[in-house]
């Protein structure tokens, strides 16, 4: 759309430029013509003058000539001086010679040479404009007597004329000026009336044919040329009301017949829950596409990351809005002037909306409060949480403007609000003290500690308060909601009802439950399958020089909450306890780096690569390596392409709220087999029991289970993934939308009522 619009400027601006050109040219011809004429008319005046003054010199001239030179000078001297423009005379004797002069025109008396023996010779006047004396000079030599045959001399009369010049220059300038206001006119009016007439109301109608399709907009744009569309835009929009409606028919068949959860059955409760008009709006930090120029042209990328694994199908699938910060170098570029625009690029199916936000606002709300205060305590992973006042200012001030942007789209319609993770942990009070009608849920994609850690946060009570403003509070895990129930309980004053796991403050009910988050089946995405894919396996082990006949895969943001160095180490040693594996076995770590403004990370990253060297340099030989450390951000492709081709995977996080590579990987094993070395500290271990689970600071134990994996038989293999394979398949993300959605939905209306049984409960 944007490449589109970009277009339709362009083909505007060159109709304008056109147009001013033709102008603009034509204006120049004229404008050098009449310049020209005038000066010619400026020259004329100058001749009739010298012709004047010439006829009055001519009689005493005459008698002058008769003379001999000297009594000829004396007669003439006094005559001959001229007066401002008027340079002076010359009288010449018919051969040539200089008679008489007055002072200006002595000093170049040698250049009338010419023109005075052209007028003696063929007894005419001879008129020309020569520069001399530094100066244009108009000159007029008269035969004397005028009328005869053979003259007995010529009479030169000289004007300075630099004045036409100066006054032809003066002209051009003004001519200019005019020049430059018409085509700045003619372009302005050309692009008005281009923009006006065509532009905006195709503009409109492109922006209501979006909307029409992406969001179900339903009255057809003001200012279109309804004259020329005939009503055809409320007949489009009542016939895609009527296939609408249909397909919600189809849809509640679809959604009643399958087992598995899919898009379409996610599509058809989404309109179930949506109903009467509501519209679907995301809110998170993260957005689902951010825009990187690339060799000078804008790129999408999808930023790595659990929330985007997980929302982005889902939009997809049910439409809506998401707004989300804008970090991308060329995120501008790309979004409208309200910072709009349809994803994913090539098949529009909802709207993003960027946030833009200061860099001392990213700075505080996100690398600060976010990441350096929240993430580690909730993490609890050995990183001290630092929590600083104006870090603090800045959380509020970006989760007002989250909120400003959320209400801004809404309007007065009426919206369900799903608000993501701990950057935006105040916006559903926010969103709630504007619009109380609202529907909103939070859903928190990291872990929620105890209270005694919890207590450590400064602004404790002000963050619960922010997050009790939502209808429904999500996490991954029980164990999750728990701790946050009993947070809030020695926090605020408000009533924890621990039967139906709500909390009531100040008469606003919040229900808690968890929603363990999983990932869309790779069959739906653009990614390869079958030839072509083992074409890309080989290309990449070539690529990489990956040898190892046993292959092991680890995917991550670089974040030290990922267990990577306690990985690596398990890693050395296996290598160590088993030489037989030596040459055997590689490991490609996928490592995306990430939060690398903060130097905890940058020194994290170096931990990583300094600890990947020494082991290298540990077994490395010439033709092997253990570890193949792939620093850098990697698209979906190469993701599922390692993910398909590792014989395991390897996912060791110290702690974490779910962890989605691992149901990745074993989404990734059509083929059934395939090994899931998984930390007990991530959330995604209560469901994956047939993973090898494994403490990661055990390095003992952690390694032994590598050794299990790489020896278990492959019936025990393909039993293990079957289940694991079953789990994911029957527990994908659109189930875990579909029962945000139920929960959300009846949450609002369920104020202290047993909970809602419409819940699609998760298959063991
Ligand atoms: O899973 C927690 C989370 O913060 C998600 O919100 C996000 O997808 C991921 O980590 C990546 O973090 P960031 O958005 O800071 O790159």
């Known amino acids: 759309m944007i490449a589109n619009t970009r277009r339709r400027f362009s083909r505007s601006m060159r109709l304008s430029l056109f147009i001013a050109a ?12 009449q310049v020209e004429t005038e000066r010619q008319n400026d020259l004329e005046d100058v001749a009739r003058r010298a012709h004047a003054l010439g006829q009055q ?68 006047e001879q008129i020309l404009v020569l520069r001399a004396a530094g100066m244009p000079v108009h000159l007029l030599a008269l035969p004397l007597p005028e009328a005869a045959d053979h003259p007995k001399g010529v009479l030169v009369v000289a004007h300075d004329v630099s004045y036409i010049d100066e006054r032809a220059i003066g002209r051009l300038v003004q001519y200019g000026v005019w020049i430059v206001i018409v085509t700045l006119l003619a372009i302005m009016l050309v692009a008005g009336t281009t923009w006006f007439s065509y532009e905006r109301p195709l503009k409109r109608l492109a922006d209501w044919m ?13 200012g279109l040329p309804s004259a020329l569309l005939h009503g055809e835009t409320d007949r489009l929009a009542a016939s895609f009301r009527a296939a609408r409606s249909t397909g919600r028919t189809l849809s509640q068949q679809v959604l009643h017949s399958e087992q598995v959860w899919s898009s379409e059955r996610l599509r058809a409760h989404a309109v179930a829950a949506l109903d009467g008009g509501h519209q679907l709006v995301v809110a998170s930090n993260r957005e689902p596409y951010m ?3 690339r060799n000078g042209r804008p790129q999408a990328i999808v930023p790595a990351g659990g929330l985007v694994t997980a929302l982005d199908p889902v939009l997809q699938a049910c439409g809506g809005l998401w707004v989300a910060h804008g970090v991308g170098d060329a995120d501008r570029e790309t979004a409208d002037a309200a910072g709009r625009l349809t994803v994913p690029q090539d098949d529009a199916r909802y709207t993003l909306k960027r946030v833009w936000l200061t860099r001392e606002e990213e700075q505080g709300y996100y690398y600060g409060f976010s990441n350096e205060g929240l993430w580690p305590l909730c993490h609890l992973a050995h990183e001290r949480p630092v929590f600083r006042a104006a870090d603090w200012e800045h959380y509020q001030r970006a989760n007002r403007r989250f909120a400003d942007a959320v209400l801004a ?30 529907s909103v849920g939070l859903f928190w994609h990291i872990p929620w500690p105890n209270p005694d850690a919890f207590r450590i946060c400064p602004w404790a009570a002000d963050v619960l308060n922010g997050m009790l403003g939502a209808d429904l509070i999500g996490f991954h895990l029980q164990q999750y909601c728990n701790n946050f129930l009993d947070t809030v309980d020695r926090t605020l004053e408000s009533r924890v009802d621990w039967s139906h796991f709500t909390v009531d403050l100040r008469g606003h009910a919040s229900s808690v439950r968890p929603f363990p988050i999983s990932v869309q089946p790779w069959s739906e995405r653009k990614v390869p399958h079958g030839d072509a894919l083992a074409g890309q396996i080989a290309d990449l082990r070539t690529q990489h020089k990956i040898t190892g006949q046993y292959l092991a895969v680890g995917v991550d943001r670089l974040d030290y909450t990922k267990g990577l160095a306690e990985r690596f180490r398990a890693i050395d040693r296996f290598l160590e306890n088993n030489p037989q594996q030596r040459e055997r076995f590689s490991f490609v770590e996928l490592g995306a780096p990430s939060r690398t403004h903060l130097r905890r990370y940058r020194d994290y990253i170096a931990e990583i690569e300094a600890l990947t060297d020494e082991i290298n340099w540990k077994y490395q030989t010439d033709k092997w390596r253990p570890i193949h450390f792939l620093e850098a951000h990697h698209d979906a492709k190469t993701v599922h392409a390692f993910l398909s081709m590792a014989r395991m995977c390897i996912v060791s996080s110290l702690h974490d709220g779910m962890n989605l590579v691992a149901k990745e990987y074993v989404a990734a094993q059509t083929g059934g087999d395939g090994v899931l070395v998984l930390s007990e500290f991530a959330g995604a271990a209560r469901e994956l029991a047939d993973a090898l689970i494994v403490n990661p600071y055990d390095i003992d134990r952690f390694a032994e289970a590598i050794r299990h994996g790489v020896e278990m038989n492959e019936t025990e293999r393909r039993a293990r993934m079957a289940r694991m394979t079953r789990q994911v398949d029957e527990n994908n993300v659109y189930r875990w939308a579909a029962n945000f959605l139920t929960e959300l939905t009846a949450a609002k209306t369920r104020t202290g009522e047993t909970p809602s049984t419409a819940r699609f409960e998760i298959a063991q």
């Open 210 to 222: 979006r909307r029409l399709r992406v969001e179900g907009a339903p009255e057809a744009p003001p």
């Open 409 to 438: 789209e809404i309007g007065s319609g009426k919206a369900l609000v799903l608000v993501q993770d701990y950057h935006l942990a105040l916006l559903p009070r926010l969103l709630k003290e504007a619009r109380p009608d609202l």
């Open 291 to 293: 825009h990187q120029f």
């Open 22 to 33: 033709v102008i603009g040219i034509a204006t120049v011809l004229f404008a050098r013509h």
């Open 57 to 124: 010199l001519g009689a005493p001239a005459r008698r002058a000539l008769d003379q001999p030179d000297a009594a000829a000078r004396e007669l003439l001297r006094p005559q001959l001086e001229g007066y401002r423009r008027l340079l002076g005379y010359a009288v010449f004797r018919a051969d040539g010679r200089l008679l008489a002069a007055g002072k200006a025109v002595a000093e170049f008396a040698e250049k009338l040479e010419a023109p005075v023996r052209a007028a003696a010779a063929g007894a005419k």
